[in-house]
Protein backbone atom coordinates (compact mmCIF):
# COMPACT_ATOMS: atom_id res chain seq x y z
CA UNK A 1 0.00 0.00 0.00
CA UNK A 2 3.12 2.24 0.42
CA UNK A 3 6.47 2.94 -1.79
CA UNK A 4 9.22 5.48 -0.15
CA UNK A 5 12.79 6.58 -1.21
CA UNK A 6 15.36 7.55 1.93
CA UNK A 7 18.06 9.60 0.56
CA UNK A 8 21.18 11.56 1.72
CA UNK A 9 23.42 14.79 -0.03
CA UNK A 10 26.27 14.94 2.00
CA UNK A 11 27.36 18.05 0.07
CA UNK A 12 24.68 19.99 1.37
CA UNK A 13 23.98 18.11 4.90
CA UNK A 14 20.53 16.50 4.01
CA UNK A 15 18.54 13.93 4.77
CA UNK A 16 15.16 12.82 3.73
CA UNK A 17 12.26 11.04 3.30
CA UNK A 18 9.56 10.67 -0.07
CA UNK A 19 6.39 8.63 0.59
CA UNK A 20 2.86 8.13 -0.94
CA UNK A 21 0.72 5.51 -0.07
CA UNK A 22 -2.86 3.99 -0.66
CA UNK A 23 -3.33 4.65 2.97
CA UNK A 24 -4.57 7.84 4.62
CA UNK A 25 -2.21 10.45 5.92
CA UNK A 26 1.05 8.79 5.61
CA UNK A 27 3.26 11.49 6.66
CA UNK A 28 1.98 11.25 10.00
CA UNK A 29 2.82 7.90 10.24
CA UNK A 30 5.74 6.74 8.16
CA UNK A 31 8.35 8.99 7.28
CA UNK A 32 11.31 10.88 10.26
CA UNK A 33 13.68 12.21 10.45
CA UNK A 34 16.93 13.42 13.20
CA UNK A 35 19.83 15.06 13.60
CA UNK A 36 21.75 12.74 10.39
CA UNK A 37 19.51 10.50 9.89
CA UNK A 38 16.22 9.66 7.71
CA UNK A 39 14.11 6.54 7.88
CA UNK A 40 10.71 5.47 6.84
CA UNK A 41 8.47 2.25 8.72
CA UNK A 42 5.61 1.38 6.89
CA UNK A 43 3.28 -2.16 6.08
CA UNK A 44 1.29 -3.66 8.86
CA UNK A 45 3.27 -2.49 11.49
CA UNK A 46 4.98 0.74 11.57
CA UNK A 47 4.74 4.62 13.01
CA UNK A 48 5.83 6.28 15.79
CA UNK A 49 6.53 3.15 17.99
CA UNK A 50 9.13 2.45 15.16
CA UNK A 51 10.42 6.07 14.33
CA UNK A 52 10.82 7.47 17.46
CA UNK A 53 13.09 5.12 19.41
CA UNK A 54 15.06 4.74 16.40
CA UNK A 55 15.79 8.54 16.51
CA UNK A 56 16.45 8.50 20.15
CA UNK A 57 19.30 5.40 19.88
CA UNK A 58 21.07 6.99 16.79
CA UNK A 59 21.55 10.32 18.85
CA UNK A 60 23.50 8.13 21.05
CA UNK A 61 25.78 7.12 18.59
CA UNK A 62 24.55 4.06 17.99
CA UNK A 63 24.54 3.39 14.38
CA UNK A 64 21.32 2.99 12.18
CA UNK A 65 21.75 -0.71 11.01
CA UNK A 66 22.20 -1.67 15.02
CA UNK A 67 19.18 0.79 16.08
CA UNK A 68 16.76 -0.99 13.54
CA UNK A 69 18.11 -4.57 14.17
CA UNK A 70 17.65 -4.01 18.01
CA UNK A 71 14.18 -2.67 17.55
CA UNK A 72 12.86 -5.46 15.23
CA UNK A 73 14.28 -8.24 17.12
CA UNK A 74 11.70 -7.36 20.08
CA UNK A 75 8.59 -6.70 17.74
CA UNK A 76 5.66 -9.50 17.52
CA UNK A 77 4.92 -7.85 14.68
CA UNK A 78 8.23 -7.70 12.70
CA UNK A 79 7.36 -9.71 9.84
CA UNK A 80 4.68 -7.24 8.48
CA UNK A 81 6.62 -4.40 8.56
CA UNK A 82 8.81 -2.62 6.39
CA UNK A 83 11.84 -0.30 7.63
CA UNK A 84 14.41 1.69 5.81
CA UNK A 85 16.58 4.50 5.87
CA UNK A 86 20.16 6.24 5.52
CA UNK A 87 22.17 8.30 7.55
CA UNK A 88 24.28 11.42 6.68
CA UNK A 89 27.73 9.51 7.20
CA UNK A 90 26.27 6.73 4.69
CA UNK A 91 24.99 4.14 6.72
CA UNK A 92 21.98 2.46 5.84
CA UNK A 93 19.35 -0.14 6.75
CA UNK A 94 16.81 -1.85 4.44
CA UNK A 95 14.09 -4.48 5.93
CA UNK A 96 11.22 -6.07 4.23
CA UNK A 97 9.54 -8.55 6.68
CA UNK A 98 7.94 -11.75 5.04
CA UNK A 99 4.46 -10.89 6.07
CA UNK A 100 4.58 -7.60 4.23
CA UNK A 101 1.83 -7.61 1.33
CA UNK A 102 3.16 -8.64 -1.66
CA UNK A 103 4.76 -7.30 -4.40
CA UNK A 104 6.64 -6.25 -1.14
CA UNK A 105 10.34 -5.69 -1.66
CA UNK A 106 13.51 -2.96 -1.31
CA UNK A 107 16.28 -1.68 -3.30
CA UNK A 108 19.82 0.10 -2.31
CA UNK A 109 22.21 2.50 -4.40
CA UNK A 110 24.61 5.33 -3.78
CA UNK A 111 23.02 7.62 -1.02
CA UNK A 112 19.56 6.23 -0.96
CA UNK A 113 17.42 2.91 0.01
CA UNK A 114 13.89 2.17 -1.43
CA UNK A 115 11.16 0.04 -0.23
CA UNK A 116 7.38 -0.67 -1.03
CA UNK A 117 4.32 -3.07 -0.96
CA UNK A 118 1.63 -3.82 -2.61
CA UNK A 119 2.77 -2.55 -5.68
CA UNK A 120 2.73 -3.57 -9.30
CA UNK A 121 6.44 -5.05 -8.93
CA UNK A 122 9.83 -4.92 -8.77
CA UNK A 123 9.93 -2.21 -11.29
CA UNK A 124 8.58 0.31 -9.02
CA UNK A 125 11.52 0.32 -6.61
CA UNK A 126 13.98 -0.01 -9.39
CA UNK A 127 12.54 3.21 -11.26
CA UNK A 128 12.46 5.14 -8.32
CA UNK A 129 16.17 4.09 -7.32
CA UNK A 130 17.47 4.98 -11.35
CA UNK A 131 15.69 8.23 -11.24
CA UNK A 132 17.64 9.22 -7.72
CA UNK A 133 20.87 8.32 -9.21
CA UNK A 134 20.19 10.06 -12.23
CA UNK A 135 18.49 13.55 -11.16
CA UNK A 136 20.50 16.48 -10.71
CA UNK A 137 20.03 18.81 -7.96
CA UNK A 138 18.66 19.60 -4.38
CA UNK A 139 17.84 16.07 -2.36
CA UNK A 140 14.21 17.35 -2.53
CA UNK A 141 13.79 17.32 -6.02
CA UNK A 142 15.41 14.02 -6.41
CA UNK A 143 13.50 12.78 -3.81
CA UNK A 144 10.17 13.76 -5.60
CA UNK A 145 11.66 12.64 -9.20
CA UNK A 146 12.10 8.90 -7.70
CA UNK A 147 8.51 8.90 -6.21
CA UNK A 148 7.03 10.46 -9.61
CA UNK A 149 8.86 7.86 -11.37
CA UNK A 150 7.42 5.10 -8.54
CA UNK A 151 4.35 5.88 -9.72
CA UNK A 152 4.86 6.12 -13.41
CA UNK A 153 6.04 2.54 -13.22
CA UNK A 154 2.53 1.49 -11.98
CA UNK A 155 2.83 2.31 -8.03
CA UNK A 156 0.48 0.79 -6.04
CA UNK A 157 -1.74 -2.25 -7.52
CA UNK A 158 -4.86 -1.29 -6.22
CA UNK A 159 -4.72 2.40 -8.08
CA UNK A 160 -4.75 5.46 -6.62
CA UNK A 161 -2.58 6.84 -4.27
CA UNK A 162 -4.97 8.50 -0.49
CA UNK A 163 -1.88 10.88 0.39
CA UNK A 164 2.46 11.62 -0.25
CA UNK A 165 4.85 13.37 1.93
CA UNK A 166 8.43 15.10 1.52
CA UNK A 167 10.13 15.45 5.06
CA UNK A 168 13.93 16.78 4.66
CA UNK A 169 16.18 17.57 7.38
CA UNK A 170 19.42 19.85 7.11
CA UNK A 171 21.32 23.19 8.45
CA UNK A 172 18.67 25.70 7.65
CA UNK A 173 14.83 24.61 8.11
CA UNK A 174 12.84 25.20 4.86
CA UNK A 175 9.05 25.15 4.36
CA UNK A 176 9.99 23.17 0.83
CA UNK A 177 11.57 20.08 2.87
CA UNK A 178 8.08 19.42 5.11
CA UNK A 179 5.37 18.70 3.36
CA UNK A 180 2.25 16.72 3.52
CA UNK A 181 -0.56 16.33 0.90
CA UNK A 182 -3.44 14.21 1.95
CA UNK A 183 -5.75 14.33 -1.09
CA UNK A 184 -7.27 11.27 -2.65
CA UNK A 185 -6.82 10.54 -6.27
CA UNK A 186 -3.43 12.37 -7.58
CA UNK A 187 -1.32 12.90 -3.88
CA UNK A 188 1.63 12.99 -5.63
CA UNK A 189 1.23 15.34 -8.17
CA UNK A 190 -0.18 17.42 -5.03
CA UNK A 191 2.98 17.13 -3.47
CA UNK A 192 5.16 18.63 -6.52
CA UNK A 193 2.17 21.85 -6.60
CA UNK A 194 3.12 22.35 -2.61
CA UNK A 195 6.81 22.06 -3.00
CA UNK A 196 6.75 24.80 -6.07
CA UNK A 197 4.40 26.85 -4.20
CA UNK A 198 6.83 26.67 -0.79
CA UNK A 199 9.48 27.72 -2.56
CA UNK A 200 7.77 30.58 -4.29
CA UNK A 201 6.48 31.42 -0.90
CA UNK A 202 9.83 31.39 0.76
CA UNK A 203 11.20 33.70 -1.96
CA UNK A 204 8.22 35.87 -1.32
CA UNK A 205 8.75 35.84 2.60
CA UNK A 206 12.83 36.93 2.10
CA UNK A 207 12.22 39.98 -0.38
CA UNK A 208 8.99 41.04 2.41
CA UNK A 209 11.49 40.94 5.33
CA UNK A 210 14.03 42.69 3.71
CA UNK A 211 11.74 45.38 2.83
CA UNK A 212 10.42 45.81 6.60
CA UNK A 213 13.51 44.54 8.47
CA UNK A 214 16.57 45.31 6.46
CA UNK A 215 19.99 43.30 5.84
CA UNK A 216 20.11 42.14 10.02
CA UNK A 217 16.70 41.21 11.10
CA UNK A 218 16.00 39.30 14.19
CA UNK A 219 16.66 35.59 14.66
CA UNK A 220 13.25 34.43 15.09
CA UNK A 221 12.10 36.10 11.86
CA UNK A 222 14.92 35.24 9.78
CA UNK A 223 13.76 31.24 9.58
CA UNK A 224 10.84 29.70 9.65
CA UNK A 225 11.31 26.57 13.04
CA UNK A 226 10.10 23.54 11.36
CA UNK A 227 8.53 20.76 13.70
CA UNK A 228 9.83 17.43 13.01
Known sequence: MTFSIVGRDPSERTVGVAIASVF???????????????????????????????????????SLPTACETLLADREGAEGT??????????????????????????TGTDHTVAGNLLVGEAVVDAMSRTF????GPLEERLLSALEAGEEAGGDK???????????????????????????????????????????TQAEHDSSMNEEWGEDPPASIDRFEIKY
Open 24 to 62: PAVGAVCPYVGDGVALSTQSWDSGRSYGIPILDIVEHDI
Open 82 to 107: QLHGVELDGESFVYTGERSMPWAGHA
Open 133 to 136: ERTD
Open 158 to 200: RGDNLSAALLVRGPEPKLHRNLRVDDPGKPIAGLRRAYRTALE
